[in-house]
T-cell receptor
Framework: GQNIDQPTEMTATEGAIVQINCTYQTSGFNGLFWYQQHAGEAPTFLSYNVLDGLEEKGRFSSFLSRSKGYSYLLLKELQMKDSASYLCAVQGSGAGSYQLTFGKGTKLSVIP | SAVISQKPSRDICQRGTSLTIQCQVDSQVTMMFWYRQQPGQSLTLIATANQGSEATYESGFVIDKFPISRPNLTFSTLTVSNMSPEDSSIYLC???????????????FGPGTRLTVL
């Protein structure tokens, strides 16, 4: 089975940097995803990590350590519109390897 | 990514009735997925729908409660049967394909159907 943990809520100031952590214990691993979900909307894809290391995409970066079962999403130069829930999801391996298991999400509030 | 639409976008239903949710994709895709997101919770996979075969259900979900159709490569339906207030949730379909229908490692989600059962 899969167990994915991330903080429930975080608050950060506009213009600052915030790091959202995700730890996982899984029976198989094919990759880790981060999604952004604004209230009342569907999740939108942010990043995908398969190999260890940092993937940078503009203001957002995602890091993965497979040996530690750990990932983080780094948001720089925070904007008010970044207030949303951020979902960590793990893709399994073997049969059904396309399936995603989601964490409960971290609700980020950006304040002026 | 593939463009995904869902109907209805929201509905309010009476206990004991059934609702069928439609998911349409603008390209032919092999697999479509149905998720549920209960209030304040994350997404839970209900089933995977492949064209030409029966859907594969996750633990805790059964075909009698959530029958799924997949008549072709661009369309699927999920029915929530004999509804109760506990079925109040957002239901989302997703595909792991780009706008040409080519499989990718990433899943893209439709806008969701917000269901309230009274």
């Amino acid at each position: 089975g899969q167990n994915i943990d991330q903080p429930t809520e975080m608050t950060a100031t506009e213009g600052a940097i915030v790091q959202i952590n995700c730890t996982y214990q899984t029976s198989g691993f094919n990759g880790l995803f981060w999604y952004q979900q604004h209230a009342g909307e569907a999740p939108t894809f942010l990043s995908y990590n398969v190999l260890d290391g940092l993937e940078e995409k503009g203001r957002f970066s995602s890091f993965l350590s497979r040996s530690k079962g750990y990932s983080y999403l780094l948001l720089k130069e925070l904007q008010m519109k970044d207030s949303a829930s951020y979902l960590c999801a793990v893709q399994g391996s073997g049969a059904g390897s396309y399936q995603l298991t989601f964490g409960k999400g971290t609700k980020l509030s950006v304040i002026p | 990514s593939a463009v995904i639409s869902q109907k209805p976008s929201r509905d309010i239903c009476q206990r004991g009735t059934s609702l069928t949710i439609q998911c349409q994709v603008d390209s032919q895709v092999t697999m479509m997925f149905w998720y549920r997101q209960q209030p304040g919770q994350s997404l839970t996979l209900i089933a995977t729908a492949n064209q030409g075969s029966e859907a594969t259900y996750e633990s805790g979900f059964v075909i009698d409660k959530f029958p799924i159709s997949r008549p072709n490569l661009t369309f699927s339906t999920l029915t929530v049967s004999n509804m109760s207030p506990e079925d109040s949730s957002i239901y989302l379909c997703s595909v792991d394909a780009d706008d040409r229908g080519i499989s990718t490692d990433t899943q893209y989600f439709g806008p969701g159907t917000r269901l309230t059962v009274l």
